[in-house]
Each structure stands twice: as C-alpha cells, then as structure tokens.
C-alpha cells in the first residue's frame, strides 16, 4: 500500500484505509495544539487563496443541479460564494481561539504512595462523518476534527462532488504542509463507500450521520459502530393553565417559523384544557397571520375549525404544519412527549413554578425549556463556540454537543511496581488520596 | 395490563413491559435520596431475613447443575452462602455511603439576562442487564440501578435460576415497600427473553452484558441499543530494555496469575530485543515455576524453548498460558498492541521516562500503565467505591465504570420570553457568563 492510495482511494477498500488510519490516530493524537492551530490557519490561508478554483467547482456542480431540476431551495445550500467562504474562514479562526481539549485532567488520585492514578481527555481517534451536500460543512467538520485531534474519513453529499473535491485536497494539501500525519484524512467520494464505511467496526470509532431522518435512519439501522447524531426532532411546546399567553403564542411563533426545515422547531402544541376555551382561538389566529396550518385532536377541533391529525399522527413536519392536542394537565402533557416525542427538546410556559419543576424533572429530553423557544438548542447559542451536532443519544453526548463531544478519555496509572496480590493478601492497602 | 403483568411476566412481551417502564422511569429518576437509600437499606434487611429460602433455592440449582456435570469452577460460582451474602450486604451498605449521583450541576450559564442554562446529571433510564450464572450478580446490579435512579430489566444466568427468583422477589418487595415505583425493576426469566430485550430499541437506553466473550460479541453484534462493556481483555506488558527486570517479573507473574480468568490479566508480553537474550530467560523459568506455559514468535524461539504461536495469533488464553514476543523497540511494542490488543489495559515496564511517556501516549487503550501490574484496572482499586463494569468502548465511560456510567444529563433552560428571531436580527444580543 503507497500513501498516496489513502487520498486516491483506487482499489484499496475504505477498510485498509481506516485500518491505517487508526494506527495513524494516536499520532495525531499527540499532534501539538501549535501543529494543530497551524494546520487550521493554513486551512483558512489556502481557502482564500484557491477561491476562485473552488468557486468554479461549485459551478460546475451548480449546473449540473440545475440540469438535474434540483429545487431551488436546495440549490441555495449547494452554492458557495464569497459570503460562506467567509463564514467558513471565520468560523476556523474562531476555532483556533478555543482552548486545547486535549490533555486536561479530570481525575488525580493516589491510590497508594507511588502509585498514581490519572484521567486526561484524548481525541476519540477515527471518526467518518457523513454530511449533506454544503460546501461548508466539509470545511467545518474537517476543522473540528483537526483542532480535536480526531483523524476523519468524510463523505459529502453528491450534488457537491466537484466542489468538495476541490476544497478536501486544499485542506489535505494545508494538513500535510503544517506537518500533520497526512493520513489524518480521508475523503471519500463514491456513494457505495458508505457502506464500506458503516463496516468498519472496530477501526472507525465514531458515526456522526447528517442528513435527512430517513438517511440518519439508515445509518443508525445499519451499523456497529457508535452513531451520534438525532433521526427526528419532534418537538412540543406544552401551554400551562397558568401561562402568559402572549409569551406562549410569541414563543410558539418563534419555535414554529424562524426556521421550519430544523430540528429544533416545534411540531406539537400541547395545550390546557382549563384554558383552551380562550388560548385556542388565539393561536389559530396568530399561526394563521404567519402562514401556518394547525391540525387538532378532537377536543381542539370543539373549539376552533382545524383538520383532524391524521392517522399519521403527531410527526415532524418540518413545514408550516404544526399538532395541537388538549391535555389535562402538566403529567399528560409530560406522558404525551415522553411517548410521541423524539427526547429532544421540549417546553413549558408557565408562570407556575411546581408546575414547570414537575415538567422539567419529568420531561426525558435533552432539553427541558421554560418560557422560551425550543430554537435555542444549539451549540452556539449554548455558548460552546463550535458545535458538532445535536445528539438525541442518552450515551456519550446528549443535545447540542461542542468540542467535548470529539473526546474520550484515558486512564494513566503510575507505579513502582506495585502488584494486585500484595493488596488482595492484605500486606499493603489503598491510601486512596485526590491529588 | 395489570400491574403484575410486570413481574410475572406471562402473556406480556418485554417489549410491551419495557415501553410501560420507560414511561415510569422518569419518575424512578425522581424519587428522593432517601427514599433510593431506604430501598438499599430494606433490601439488605430482606435478604438477610431471607436468608434460608435463598439458601434452599440455591440447593435446588446446585443440585441440578451437579446432575447436568457442570464443573467445580463454575459450581464455586453458583453457590451462595452466609459468605456471599455477607460481602452482598456488606456491599449494599457501602452504595447506601455514596453521595447521589443526581442532580450534580455541570454547567451553569447565563446565555443572557433572564435566560439561564443548567447542566445536571439524571439517570439514564431504562437499563437492560444481562449476566452471568452468580447469584450476587443480581444483588448487585439492582443495587447499583436503584441508587442511580435507573430502571432495570434483570436476566440471570439459567443455572441460577431458583435462586434468582428468590433474591428478586426479595429485592422487589422491598423496593415496593420503600416507595419507590414497582415497574423500576423486572426480572426476564427465560432465554428467549434475551432476543426480546434486544429488540426493544427505543425504549431500552443501554444494554450491559457481562459473561463469555462469544456471549457479549453476540450481544454487540444483535441490538441497535448502546451496549457497555468488553468482549476481550487481551492486555499487554511491555518489557522495555530499560527495565528493571526483577520488577518486570514480579509485576508480570501478578498479572498473569493472581486471577487468570480476568479480562485485565496479562495474555501477551513484548520483550525489547536488547534484552531478550538476558530476560528471556529468566521469564521462561519464573513462570515455569508457577506453571504458566509460554508460546513465542521466532525470535523468541531462538533464545527459549517455547511452543510457536500458533495461526490462533496472539490471543486471549485466560489461563496459565502467555503469548511472547520480541520487539525492536517502543514504537513497534505500541504499534503491536494497537494492532492486536483489545485497548484494554497495557503497560510497559521500564525506568526511562522519555520510553515510559511515548507508551502511554501512543497506546490507544483504556489504561495505559508504567511499572505496575494491568490487575489495577478495576473500579474498586481506583477508588469509585461502586463498579459498574469495565467498557472497552470509546464513546460515554471508558475503562473501569463507577456509578457515574449508569448516569446522563439533561439541559434545563430557565427564560422569561426569549425567542431566537430577536438575536437572529440582532435586537438582542448573547451575554455568555458561567454563574
């Protein structure tokens, strides 16, 4: 196997690639956060610079999307110009301001005199992500995998082919320059090679699928290997008895429309039967203002004139849709979501402070919301600086996931020859210590 | 569905069994330390009380497994007696001591005035255990899962099976009289149970295997739920030509024979090639003295007279045998166990600091020792009072896993009308500050 084959992929399966790859990652690993930083500003640099090589790549992929009758809405996500360059160059200098995440301490512990226990965080090792056709998701995942220490196998979506290929060897060629194992990364370009890559247990650490649910459906169904990422958000905006009910329709516009195609946004409004005589009307009238269509269950359709839900039932639309439901109280509001919901994140309004507490100790989701929009799940918004996904996982990483969510962690342990059987006879004991 | 459904499991699927304890489990997670300890502390009370039909049921199990030939190792296994369930009380008594692993805040923050995100650990929720025939297994894990707040679906080794459902009647009785919820635990009694469990995805968060290595590569390979755990332990040591040899032999005849069937004894030794003339030597006759038989690769074989390493490879003998071989040096010593260990638990023996640190740098396992035995790895020795197990895996708990594995966190978001259009237009603005 030549080195080249690892960029080329020619007959080499992925699975020789990821194999060499993993015993390149502790390598990697050990990169230091200069080399790391340097690879990133060179990245950047090297963007700029190919600019118009990328931009005539993407017209290429441009046209062919149109020929195909892509969407325009689609075509919008496929189009790299200057405005995403700079937010993706942007987004890698910020990158670079983020403390190192390898190597911090999170355990010091004598365990007897000369022997020393210690837990430091380390880079989970191989990750294949595989992302949706954006130019600047292929530069974004490259860059989190770089700063984190991670070597990435990546997988771009198809209508993006040329461009991607363009940027992936100006980052390849940024990497190897800045002295990083080139082995690092891969790109992979045929759609056969996701298969290959769900595979690869055991040399691939970690899935991160993005893309639609039936896609990330696919994914998660189809491997051994550890998926983090979420399949639906299905998101409830649960109305208490005791709300302010211009906050609730001001929170339920804002969840339902600022965005409708993420997964963040609200899908079912679960509202108090104690108030749905006088909060109902006003919600039909408000979504209607904002073009958004509202199907009920039966109790909701005694009171205002909206479709029935359908024996699909309470689903992620991801449109100008949205369910509405009359609950008793905040426990079937709560049972409705831990049953229908997707855990993801879900809220209350509420003025009531024991009934927002039960709803949040009782709610099974990443995110638990009083009196604000379910869109703030987010890494940014959360404050991390980077965000690698949203996981709808319990394992791991649960909700908006930063840099943490890259790393794994390692047990150091230091001794002087020290031995078990010495303790298990009693001749010496643990003096268990925090240092 | 009648509440004993639950329990007595007859007409009822686990799936069906497993969806009604997800919907409860949030209020397991609920219940109060000291209710959780109350259970622990009733439990104990109960076995004790118990104690004779534990001991009669056990008869029954023994006196079948000695019809069916079952060998003396496994009998030592399946016994209980006022000793096992002394350490198993004992044992309940010291989780009654641990701090409560819910509620810990990790990550308090204002994302703005009025909008605060908290960070807290909850339980995981529903917790499929699936172990072997040890009658204080059982004990134990129900133990670990009501402290935690988790839910648990219980199935034991057959060969144990009357005394199982005497400990968990038991154990249930208690929990219930405790107050805490009676679907929090339910014990699956037959084997076909196991494929059903395995298929509740969605409503089980995590499946904890503990047995044979075929049982839990079974397991991993069979469910789309997370599983915690290790098929293999093919640990390692690594004698480096700046060791101290006495020390390398005491420290590898700890490993290798204080308990041989444990997934941290040593299967495979590396010997630095400057040394192998001299140490070699030495190792073949200190082990030959505790009855340990070695197999080698050539260049061992040229120095002792051992047995070929076989086309089995370097594999995990968990008894008195040991794989050795030469290496050129640290890199080809971790290039090695990358390559053929199970990222366990390796250590290097050696009293050169620059060797010792691009060991434990370079190994991608789980413990990465320097002079001292790979016996260590174990929540007990590292001082998490609690063991939930050890995980080979990289995503969620790495290594020995104290209580802390059995837990996740929820984001808790406390607004006063915030919605994300307003900082998407820049009306407002983030004000990050940890609080």
Chains 1, 2 share one sequence.
Do not use: W
């Not at 020929?67 to 990158?95: H, M, Q, W, Y």
């Amino acid at each position: 196997m030549n080195s080249n084959s690892l960029s080329k992929g020619t007959i080499m399966s992925i699975r020789d690639d990821a194999r060499k790859m993993k015993l390149k990652a502790p390598y990697m690993a050990n990169a230091s956060i200069e080399d790391r930083n340097k690879a990133l500003r060179m990245i950047s640099e090297a963007l700029k610079a190919g600019a118009d090589k990328i931009f005539a790549a993407n017209a290429e992929d441009m046209a062919e999307a149109e020929k195909n009758g892509v969407p325009g809405a689609v075509l919008k996500r496929l189009k790299f110009d200057e405005g995403k360059l700079k937010a993706s160059t942007d987004g890698i200098e910020s990158l670079i301001g983020i403390e190192d995440p390898i190597g911090r301490i999170t355990l010091h512990r004598q365990l007897d005199e000369g022997l020393v226990l210690t837990r430091i965080s380390c880079p989970i090792g191989v990750i294949g992500v595989i992302f949706e056709a954006r130019p600047d998701a292929m530069i974004q995942i490259a860059s989190l995998c770089i700063k984190s220490g991670n070597c990435a196998i990546l997988k771009g979506g198809k209508e993006t082919k040329q461009t991607n290929k363009e940027i992936f060897a100006l980052i390849h060629e940024a990497v190897k320059s800045a002295g990083l194992p080139e082995e690092c990364l891969y790109q992979a370009t045929s759609h056969s090679e996701i298969d290959e890559l769900l595979d690869c247990y055991g040399d691939v650490d970690l899935i991160i699928p993005r893309g639609s649910n039936t896609f990330v459906r696919y994914i998660m169904d189809n491997t051994r290997i550890p998926v983090m990422g979420h399949a639906d958000g299905i998101c409830h905006i649960y109305v208490d008895k005791a709300a302010d009910q211009d906050m609730a329709l001001k929170i339920i516009t804002d969840a339902k429309i600022q965005y409708t195609a993420a997964c963040n946004a609200v899908e079912t409004i679960l509202v108090h039967k104690d108030i749905a005589d006088e909060f109902l009307p006003k919600l039909n009238d408000s979504m209607g203002k904002v073009g958004v269509t509202l199907k009920g269950d039966s109790a909701t359709r005694e009171i205002i004139p909206v479709e029935a839900i359908g024996e699909e039932g309470y689903i992620e639309y991801l449109s100008l849709m949205a369910s509405v439901k009359v609950v008793d109280d905040v426990v079937e509001a709560v049972t409705h979501i831990n049953s229908h919901g997707s855990h993801h994140t879900d809220a209350i309004i509420t003025e009531d402070d024991t009934a927002a507490s039960q709803f949040m100790q009782l709610t099974d989701s990443a995110g638990v919301y009083r009196n604000c929009s379910t869109r703030f799940a987010d890494g940014f918004r959360y404050g991390f600086g980077a965000e690698v996904g949203i996981s709808t996982s319990k394992l791991h990483a649960r909700g908006p996931v930063g840099l943490d969510g890259l790393m794994t962690y390692k047990y150091m342990l230091n001794g002087s020859g020290q031995i078990v059987d010495d303790y298990a006879k009693g001749v010496r004991e643990f003096r268990f210590r925090d240092l």
